[in-house]
């Protein structure tokens, strides 16, 4: 087992170098000069666009410029944003835990939700309860974030009162749980709103499939009360494939919820994401890239041993 | 345990929850404090008045810190940092500035004409690369013959440059004078601010919030508001929510929501004019445009009437000219360009434009099919060429709007001249001179991207650029316009506005043009 993830870490390498080089290509390919954004074009003349082109290192060629990028990114540097003058470094890492946060709230919300619905859905397969239940989980899916969550701040920020507009806290001198919790739990409810419609609808699936099996049909013939043959025999089994669906959706977290952390002011990598697109800000498009990239490819790998783990059936050598 | 029951539990625990927050939200009490709550945009991207050259960067800047001079509300130069208006040598090479005795920056150290050298020094070393430097080129020396007084020598000159003074805020010298040149945007200094205006820095949270209070000892005016917090929140609608709350009592409100946020309880809007303009802007290097009489001719097709109530919900007003009638050389004894359109067809018909049988205009064989373009993001623009292009159909002048995102439009359109028409916006400099939009030479008329061409038009920027008598200079400025005016190499659609909205208990200060520049004169009762 060891050697397999060893090997995988290994592939990943060249794997994430070909990421960051097709990314790349599309950031250059997309029309915008970052230089623009450093310069105001009614005063710039052409000897201010030509030393800072050479400052930031924008008169070198394409292919050089990403050898340089990749030659820092050995050392450890991901280079200074163009647009914030700060290292890419550290607006990730100020970035990061917010958007985890978030992540790990919906993600808890979103399967907290799915898993029993997705079980009923399954037992009582075509009855009432599974149509309301699929009904819920395409609305999820078809709401768009923007509108529900501004509903959600109309509701109960607004007229009911219960809840803060957006932010991520409102005391800023100390770590207060009830606030945090008070500022995350709507932007958390958006977010997992997609998520819980995916998570019932696999849960539904291999909980159907489980069933089926004849060792499914054994337990019961032996005459075991049918809430065991559910949530001991079947269940188990059904949550092992759930189990990968977790590793596929870890990229997610990461991912930054752009629209969410917009509409919620949260302070996330999602935002950080919009603005170095609209300003061409090519260091942080690579970080970001890169760190997505990383964790797509570590969310397969965590996905594929957890379920060896889980699963005694799957041997990797 | 039972799954059933675990999870009843944890949904049980967050109505609890739920039921706890309404309580711990009923008690919190009010501070008798004055603070005022923006909810803006965007973070600042620098907090260093040299390096900075956003909207958002210097409205933080100018809470905190001042310039030698600053405008009046009808926009007129007055003394701020400085303790009198600069006398000018005969030449108008020399600009020698007294100093006001009574400043100290926010760290209780003096300020003095060292920190305004420093300052101007700086800009103008290649090795700072300020954005600002470009605004500073006339500048040959500064001397500092004593603590209180500063002399500019120019190299030419310039009587623009004074409105420059009253744009650049000034630097610590005994803050920055060790640090390197080259890395002060990254300098963590830059996201710290140690200034001598009206408000101090205290922090900055990134994409949250950054927080300002009051200056005890700002040497202008006595300061009412006891904090001011900007709350950063990008998405607007989510703005407007946070002011219905109540949890900023300060927004600034689009054109689309000022009708509906007028209506709310206890909230009050304001709105002024901006120093902006809409426009139809005209590439004369195409064959449809490079004739004057054409360009009249679209002017006389739209309803600039039409396009300001309904387009801008009343919130704009009708434009003939290059500057909004609250500048002081807004000269309305131009051409004006009625909605008419036989005029339009009859100029149209002189300038060898005739209806072809498909009901389009020819001329030479080429038909009268244009694109129109303008960025995505501005609902007005984008409303408004989808108008333009009905106007202009009974004309036989077939418009294709083209929304395009802002940079691919600059760049790959109208930067390189591949366009017809483009619907923009132009956000005017308050010195009043134009020739970033009308000069011929592309270095000077940078915005200019039409190459509208007229040699006497360039001359009076050159002259009024070394014109310190303002009324001269306004007589300058006020044939410029009449000539735009007859030559419309754009035409001018509307001006537009900007509107705020307040909690009723905040007084604010708000002026046309100039907007909330006298911050320090806020009050919340």
């Known amino acids: 087992m060891l050697k397999y993830i060893v090997k995988r870490i ?29 310069i105001n074009p009614e005063k710039a003349t052409k000897i201010d666009v030509e030393r800072i082109r050479e400052a930031y290192g924008l008169n070198k060629p394409v292919y050089v410029r990403y050898f340089l990028w990749l030659g820092n990114l050995l050392k450890g540097n991901l280079g200074d944003s163009y647009f914030h003058s700060r290292p890419v470094l550290d607006m990730l890492k100020e970035a990061i835990p917010n958007t985890l946060i978030l992540g790990i709230a919906s993600t808890i919300l979103a399967v907290a939700v799915a898993i029993p619905a997705g079980i009923i859905s399954a037992i009582k397969r075509n009855s009432f309860w599974d149509y309301v239940f699929s009904t819920i989980s395409f609305i999820g899916v078809s709401l768009p974030s923007f509108w529900f969550g501004l509903m959600l701040i109309l509701m109960f920020s607004l007229k009911l009162g219960w809840l803060p507009t957006s932010g991520m806290r409102e005391n800023f001198e100390q770590f207060v749980f009830m606030d945090r919790l008070k500022h995350l739990i709507l932007p958390a409810i958006v977010l997992g709103m997609g998520n819980m419609a995916q998570y019932m609808r696999f849960m539904r699936g291999a909980m159907l499939e489980v069933i089926r099996q004849d060792y499914v049909r054994t337990a019961r013939s032996k005459g075991l009360s049918e809430r065991i043959v559910i949530f001991k025999h079947t269940l188990r089994n059904a949550l092992l494939p759930m189990v990968t669906l977790f590793g596929f959706l870890l990229p997610v977290l990461f991912g930054g919820a752009a629209i969410t952390e917009t509409i919620f002011s949260w302070p996330g990598i999602g935002r950080i994401m919009i603005e170095a697109s609209f300003t061409r800000d090519y260091p942080v498009m690579m970080g970001d890239m890169l760190m997505i990239g990383s964790l797509v490819i570590l969310g397969n790998l965590l996905a594929d041993v957890l379920y060896a783990v889980a699963d005694p059936r799957i041997k990797y050598d | 345990m039972n799954k059933y029951k675990v999870w009843i539990s944890f949904v049980l625990i967050l109505v609890m929850l739920a039921a706890t927050f309404t309580l711990v939200n009923a008690g919190t009490a009010k501070a008798p404090e004055k603070i005022l709550t923006e909810a803006t945009f965007s973070d600042p ?22 310039a030698l001079l600053k405008y009046d ?20 090479k020399t600009i020698t500035f007294k100093l006001r005795k ?18 101007y020094d700086m800009i103008l070393d290649p090795d700072v690369m300020s954005p600002r430097y470009g605004d500073f080129l006339s500048i040959d020396k500064i001397e500092t013959p004593d603590k209180y007084t500063v002399v500019f020598k120019l190299k030419k000159a310039d009587s623009i440059i004074l409105h420059e003074f009253q744009n650049e805020y000034l630097i610590p010298k005994h803050i920055w004078e060790k640090e390197d040149k080259k890395t002060l945007k990254a300098n963590p200094k830059s996201r710290n601010l140690i200034g001598i205006g009206p408000f101090k ?72 004019q901006a120093p902006v303009f809409d426009y139809i802007g005209y590439n004369t290097k195409t064959p449809f ?17 039409a396009f300001a109530k309904g387009i801008y919900k009343g919130l704009a007003t009708p434009a003939e000219t290059s500057y909004p009638p609250a500048f002081s050389m807004h000269e309305k004894n131009v051409r004006t360009y009625n909605y008419d359109l036989n005029m339009a067809k009859k100029l149209l018909d002189e300038a060898g434009w005739k209806v072809g049988k498909d009901g389009i205009r020819e001329k030479d064989g080429v038909k009268f099919k244009v694109s129109c373009v303008t960025n995505k993001g501005n609902v007005m623009r984008e409303k408004a060429i989808v108008l333009l292009q009905s106007a202009l159909k009974p004309l036989g002048i077939a418009v294709e709007p083209r929304i395009l995102e802002w940079n691919t439009m600059w760049e790959k359109y109208v930067d390189i001249g591949k366009y017809e028409m483009v619907y923009g916006g132009m956000t005017l400099s308050l010195h009043g001179n134009q020739d970033g939009l009308w000069h011929s030479d592309p270095m000077i008329g940078y915005f200019n991207k039409g190459r509208y061409a007229n040699p006497k038009l360039d001359e009076i920027w050159d002259l009024a650029r070394v014109e310190f008598d303002v009324k001269k200079q306004n007589k300058l400025y006020s044939d410029a316009q009449k ?37 320090y004169k806020w009050d919340i009762k």
């Open chain 2, 45 to 66: 991207r620098t907090l260093n008045p040299i390096m900075m050259e956003d909207t958002a960067s210097s409205d933080i800047i100018k809470r905190c810190n001042a």
């Open chain 2, 73 to 92: 509300k009808n926009i007129n130069l007055v003394p701020y940092a400085a303790e009198s208006m600069p006398t000018v040598s005969k030449d108008g």
């Open chain 1, 10 to 38: 290994l592939n990943a390498i060249p794997l994430l170098i070909l990421i960051t080089l097709i990314g790349y290509s599309i950031i250059n390919a997309a029309p915008g000069d970052p230089v623009n954004m450093f």
């Open chain 2, 483 to 519: 000539m735009l005016a007859d030559d419309q190499p754009w035409t001018f659609t509307v001006y537009r506005t900007t509107s705020f909205a307040v909690k009723n208990n905040v007084y604010p200060t708000v002026y046309d043009i100039l907007e909330d520049c006298d911050f």
């Open chain 2, 201 to 272: 820095f205290v922090e900055w949270k990134t994409a949250e919030r950054v927080v300002l209070v009051k200056n005890p000892d700002f040497f202008y005016e006595d300061v009412k508001l006891d904090k001011y917090i900007i709350s950063i929140t990008p998405s607007t609608a989510t703005a407007l929510i946070k002011l219905e709350k109540g949890e900023a009592n300060y927004v600034q409100v689009p054109e689309a929501e000022v009708a509906r946020i007028k209506k709310l309880p206890g909230i009050k809007v304001i709105t002024v």
């Open chain 2, 289 to 305: 445009f490079s004739d004057k009489r054409v360009r009249q001719a679209i002017a006389h097709a739209v309803n600039k009437n």
């Open chain 2, 102 to 119: 009574d400043i100290k920056w926010h760290d209780g150290v003096e300020f003095t004409s060292a920190d305004v050298k420093f300052t």
